[in-house]
Each structure stands twice: as C-alpha cells, then as structure tokens.
C-alpha cells in the first residue's frame, strides 16, 4: 500500500466535488484518465495529487496510467476552468468537460493531428503531371511544388483531399514538415484612427491591457484586428477571436485567410464534426494555429503561446450561455487576457453598457472610430414614420410603402426588419403614454394572460390591471409590442412583381442555408428582404438601399431593463446595413412614440449620449452594471410549486448589509416546456460581498431539494435575461 499514490480526479458529474483515487505511480495533473465509477467507467481529469485524509486508503479505486500520448492539459486551462466553475457556481467536473471538445469527453486516447505539409515527390517531377484542360488538378499540381498545407490545399480546389491521398498512394507527393511562412496579402492604407488604434494597443503588447474598439459600423475595425493580428503573428504568437454568431464566422474567416493565405487558422464552433473541431483545439493548444477563431465556447481553447485576444460584437447577448454552465465568454476573456498578462481587444458599435463603465471607471481604454472607412460611404439618414395618426395597411404605413415601391423600381435591395424578440407585454395609453409600472421597485408591470394579472418580474408583486388610464381616464389601454404576422404576403400583394425573400430561424436551420440566400442576394436575385434579429448582425450586404424597421416599440418599454440597450444596439446595426457602399442608405423607423430619447439618439448617431443616458438610469434604478446580480432559477409544473422553493431559498438567507434579496417573481417568459419558471435575485453594488454571501448561503439550498422534489433550480450569475 505504501508506494501508492492518490491523487484527486475531476468527473463529469453533477457534485461540486473531486473523487480521490489510487494509482501506483504520480500521475501528472492535468492528464485524462479512465477510471471506475459508481458501477460503471467514466472519463476523469487529474486536478491534483494531494491525499485526502477523510477516506481510508483500502476503500479507494484504482486508476490506470494517463489515456493519451498528447501531454496533460496545460496548467492555466485548469486554472481558468477552476475560476469558471467557482464564479459560476458549477460543478468542477462538469465546467471542465463541457470545455473540452467531444472526443477528449470520451475515455479514447488522443494524438496530435498530423500537421505536416504535402509536397511532389522527385518521382513526380519526372511525371507530366495532369494536363491543363483538368484545371483544378492541374493547379494544385503545380501548387504543390512548394509545400502546402492541407488548408492551403483545400483553398486552391475542393477536391484536394481525395487528390492528395490519390497521388500519395501513387508516391507523386509526401509528407513533409514545413514551417508555415508569414505571408501577408496586401490591405488599405488605414486612416489616422485606425493607425492610432493599432499602435495603442500593439504598444501594449505583452501586458494586460483591455482596450474597448468604438468604431461606428462600417469604420474598419476588422481592419484593425488584422494589423494587430499581423504583429502578433510576425512576432510568432497566436491570437485569439471571439465572435458573436456562428454565421459570421466563415466571412471572418475567409477574410483572415485572405490576409493570412499561408496561417493555419482554426475555426471552432458548435456546428463542426467532432473530429474537425478537435484537430482545430490541438492545433490551438499545440500553438501551430496561428489564428483561432470561434463563438463563446472557444473562450476556453488553451493557447500555446497567445498574445492577444479579440471580441469582436462585444455587446452581443449570445457571448452568456444560457443553461447549464452560465459563463459569459467575454468576460472570461478579459480573464484569461488577464492570466496571460496581454492585451484583449473588445470592439462594437455600441458597446454594452458595461464595458462603457468600465471605461468610466478606468479599468479599460477606450479607441474610437468615428468614421466610415469606405471612402463614399456616408452613415444612413434615419427617419421616423409616426403611427399614431396614420392607417396601416398590414401593419404599414403609406410612406413606408412608397419608400419601399421606389426602391423596387430601382431596382435596389431593401430590408424589412421585424423586431420580434419575446418582450413580454407592458401595458399602455394610446393617448397620453402612461405605462404600468410596479409601486415597488423601478421594473414595469406585465400583462399576463393565464391569471389576467399584471405582474412585476423584478420583485414579484401584482395586481388587477386598471381599466382606464390612470393619468388621463382613457380606456383604450392596449399590451405594446405585439408581434407583425403575415408581412411577407402583405408586402407580396403591395409591391406586385417584386422578390420578396424571407430570412429566419426556419429558412435558415437548414445547413448551407445562409450560403444560398448570400448567394441569391448577391446575384440580385432579390428586391426585398424580410428579416428578424439575426439579420441584424455584421452580414455585408452590399447596395442595401433601404432599411424599414417595424415593431421596434415594443423594446422601448419592457419589464427587462437591458431591452432598450439591446433594441438600441440591434437598430444601429441594421442601420449600419444600409448604404455601405456607395448608395447611400435611409433607415425609417415605424413608431408610436418618435418622441422617445431612444429613437432620438438613432436619428442623431449618438451612441454615447444614449450610452449616458441609459447608464444614469440603470445607476437610478440600482440595475447592472452598477449593481450586480445572482438569480435562483426555479421552475416546476406549476409556478407555485417554483415559488414556494425560492421562497424557503429566502428563508435561509441572512443577506448582510448591502445584500439584498428580490422576489421571488415569475421569469418573463414565465411557461417553457410545460414548466412553470420563477427566479429569485440576489443583488448588490459590490460583486465581492454578493460573492462572500453565496458562499455561505448556496450550500444550504442542497437541503432543500427533498422536500421540493419537483423542482429543478440552478444559479445564474450575472444573468442576461430573465
Ligand atoms: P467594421 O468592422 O468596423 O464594420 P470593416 O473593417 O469591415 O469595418 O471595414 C468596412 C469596409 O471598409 C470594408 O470593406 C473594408 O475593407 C473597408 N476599409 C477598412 N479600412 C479601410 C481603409 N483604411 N481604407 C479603405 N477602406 C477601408
Ligand atoms: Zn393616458
Ligand atoms: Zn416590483
């Protein structure tokens, strides 16, 4: 017994515990093994080495040696999921395999791709090779002179992987091991933001520096990243870019490419094979990627030698997971920038509100980009159609339809934007504009259908609605933000002969979707398109003429305090779709109340006036980013059942100054799946005391679970959406 070893092993269970085990030499941390559990065989991860005295040695399990030939996972991977799991308050075992690719879940041994280039063989050239009129053959043929690698390859034809082990069984080519060369393609000669941008933040290279990018839509901050992607690469480190959706990537990532034709790149996301998106993670991790590229999970891909990291959409809502381990991928970035000790790049048109705090607060430096960086390219002229006093045909208004008729004439592309994200329903007067509001706190009343009640989601409390305004004794009170249906066939019967094409989440789930509408748009194929927020993220479509929002209201006055940023955030990006090239562009804006500060700022371009003015009341209400925020998440089949665990949740608390508890209060979007969803919030203005709090207060809420059976409940920290 006495040349044993145990060492502790991380498993993906749902404990906030490592299990100890026996091995009969150390086992370095961080390397995979197999090991018994409960009856079965699970895939663990050593995370220390330390005996743990509360478990006698002869009641514990043996663990093999170490599963793969590949070294064990890097020390400030493990620290970073240490933190993670901590911060968010998950399971040890589960944040690190819900970071790991696939494969590496699996107890299977791992190998290092192989990375080596292709090249002909002296045999090959004795050989003619393939005749000129066989084009793509011929032109790899003759590619294939130099070393390529495989990405290389694959650029020059599709049907490079079939010729490569073609020619390779045949002894025309080999393998060989090249170091990839730094080329770089030429780019614009940037103008004087841009090139101040650039030597800011390469001035800061190799210390830990957040830079927030404000650049306007359009102002060449993808041009920025690449000049600073130059110097990381040409001083021989790796960089690393998070972007929002995982649309955008293959355009950024072609765009690299373009720029970096000889960089391996690897592009991680949630929509590769298994196999692809682990070659890519050890490609990073071993540092032959160059350039590493991916949506929020990539936040976690370990870095060989990393110099810089780049959040590109920094405001964007998709960087917070949404279930189980609830990270915020941005905000891990500034972490990992942090641990590394080198600069991180967040960049935006409209930057949250966050980030722009801390900018105020000195924590990070901001860069602005105030123009277009396209020479002609002026911003939009952004107007406001007043409904209030017009008839709607379908839902829209006459100047709207003739704006949209004379484009078609012109054969210009337009956008239809319907604002359709799910704002629950404050109640309004169409007369003098009084909103319901909760007298409690400063969150607004929701108009719920199943009790017929209107309900704060803030700190829980309800009442009847009124039946006439309570300011003006009007009694058309009406839910605001409802949904448009049916604009396609209406704007089909308005605009005969025009191609209309419809853009959301059934047209394109389809794989390969987006590349036919790309392609169709871009052919000029199409007159109008009809879209919802996921048209409103960086797609370049050029010679859009005319953007007509609709349905924006509804994100004016929502019971969620981040709808307006986001509703501001999502108009100035469709916005930024119109006239990017050289047509100049017009934004109208459908809207009962034009008189709105939000409205007002997107027709002036004022990011930071509407930025101030948000943050002052979200300061006013005690809302983030001035405070911060823990939800309790419960649901159960009936809101009841949710509440009265939240509410035994409270009982234990005993918050301490400067800790305060809310609710509990139905979610928003209070019916999902046949559950009943509540939450209970935690807040305070200083994260460390909200933090010391949890600590004491989350492990006594295990003790609940058996007396509230049906319940599921989880912790969000620092939630996004409620
Ligand atoms: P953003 O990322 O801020 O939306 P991009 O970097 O995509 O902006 O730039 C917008 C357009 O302007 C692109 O077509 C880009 O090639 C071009 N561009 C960027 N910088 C310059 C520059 N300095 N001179 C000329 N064109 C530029
Ligand atoms: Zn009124
Ligand atoms: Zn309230």
């Known amino acids: 017994m006495s040349n044993k070893v145990s060492v502790q092993v991380a498993v993906n269970v749902p404990l906030s515990m490592t299990f100890t085990y026996l091995a009969d030499k150390p086992l370095p941390i961080g390397c995979r093994v197999r090991v018994p559990f409960r009856g079965g065989e699970q895939t663990g991860v050593v995370v220390d080495d330390q005996q743990s005295a509360d478990v006698p040695a002869h009641k514990l399990k043996h663990v093999e040696s170490c599963l793969d030939e590949i070294p064990p996972l890097p020390a400030d991977f493990l620290e970073l999921i240490r933190f993670t799991a901590q911060y968010y308050r998950h399971p040890i075992g589960q944040a690190l395999f ?39 053959r011929h032109a790899l043929w003759h590619a294939l002179a130099e070393p390529l690698s495989y990405q290389q390859a694959k650029v020059i034809t599709p049907q490079a992987p079939a010729l490569l ?97 000889a960089t391996p790149l690897a592009a991680l996301h949630s929509g590769l094979a298994d196999g692809e998106r682990l070659a890519g993670w ?86 602005s980009l105030t123009r277009r960086a396209h020479g002609a390219a002026a911003l939009p002229t952004v107007r406001l159609i007043d409904i209030r006093r017009q008839k709607l045909l379908d839902g829209l208004a006459e100047p709207a339809i003739a704006a949209l008729r004379k484009r078609v004439e012109r054969k210009e592309l337009s956008l239809v934007y319907v604002n359709r994200r799910g704002y629950a329903p404050v109640i309004a007067c169409t007369e003098c504009g009084w909103l319901s509001g909760c007298p409690h706190c400063s969150a607004r009343l929701v108009w719920h259908v199943t009790d017929r009640r209107l309900h704060c989601h803030h700190c829980g409390y309800h009442e009847a609605p009124p039946r006439a305004c309570p300011d003006c004794g009007n009694s058309d009170l009406k839910p605001m933000g409802q949904g448009t249906q049916r604009i396609e066939e209406a704007l089909i019967a308005l605009l005969p002969g025009a191609r209309v094409l419809r853009i959301d989440r059934d047209t394109v789930g389809r794989k390969d979707a987006w590349e036919a509408i790309y ?56 916005a930024g779709r119109a006239g990017r090239a050289d047509t100049p562009g017009e934004v109208l804006v459908q809207t009962q109340w034009p008189e ?89 203005p200083q994260r460390v005391r909200l933090h010391t709090f949890l600590d004491d207060w989350l492990p006594l809420l295990a003790g609940l679970q058996q007396a509230h059976r049906q319940v599921r409940w989880s912790i969000d920290v620092d939630p996004q959406d409620f």
């Open 98 to 136: 819900a970071a790991l690719p696939g494969p590496l879940r699996r107890p299977q041994p791992a190998r290092w791709p192989d990375e080596r280039g292709w090249q002909l063989t002296l045999a090959a050239h004795d050989t003619e090779g393939p005749p000129p009129r066989q084009k793509a």
């Open 165 to 261: 082990k073609q020619w390779l069984a045949e002894g025309l080519v080999e393998r060989v091991d090249a170091e990839p060369p730094l080329e770089i393609a030429d780019g614009p000669v940037l103008n004087d933001e841009q090139a101040a941008a650039v030597e800011a933040v390469a001035g800061s290279f190799g210390q830990f520096t957040p830079w927030l990018l404000n650049g306007i839509t359009g102002s060449g901050k993808t041009e920025v990243y690449l000049r600073l992607i130059e110097r990381v690469l040409a001083a021989g480190q790796q960089v690393l870019v998070l972007v929002p959706e995982i649309n955008l990537t293959p355009q950024l990532v072609e765009r690299f490419a373009r720029r970096f034709p």
């Open 282 to 367: 050890l490609a990073a991790w071993r540092g032959s990627a160059g350039i590493v590229i991916g949506t929020r999970l990539a936040a976690f891909t370990p870095l060989a030698r990393g110099g810089l990291i780049i959040v590109d959409e920094e405001h964007d809502g998709s960087f917070k997971q949404q279930d189980e381990l609830r990270y915020h991928a941005r905000d891990l970035a500034v972490w990992r920038a942090r641990q590394a000790g080198v600069p991180i790049v967040l960049g935006s048109a409209t930057p949250s509100l966050e980030s722009v705090a801390n900018v105020e607060a000195g924590r990070y430096r901001e860069l």
């Open 519 to 574: 392609r169709k748009v871009h052919g000029g194929e199409v007159d109008v398109l009809i879209g919802t927020q996921m048209l409103a993220k960086g797609h370049d479509f050029p010679a859009l003429s005319l953007v007509l929002v609709l349905n924006a209201d509804g994100g004016l006055y929502s019971a969620d305090f981040r709808a307006s940023e986001r509703l501001f955030a999502q108009l100035s990006q469709v």
């Open 596 to 684: 709105h500060p939000l409205y007002q700022a997107l027709v002036a371009h004022d990011v930071a006036g509407f930025a101030a003015q948000q943050l002052a009341e979200r300061r006013e209400a005690g809302f983030p980013p001035a405070a911060f925020q823990v939800a309790v998440r419960a649901d159960a089949r009936t809101l009841e059942e949710a509440s009265a665990f939240l509410d035994a949740a409270a009982a234990l608390a005993e918050p301490p100054e400067g800790v305060t508890l809310a609710g509990p209060a139905p979610a928003l979007m209070m019916r999902l799946a046949n559950r009943e969803r509540a939450h209970l919030l935690v807040e305070s």
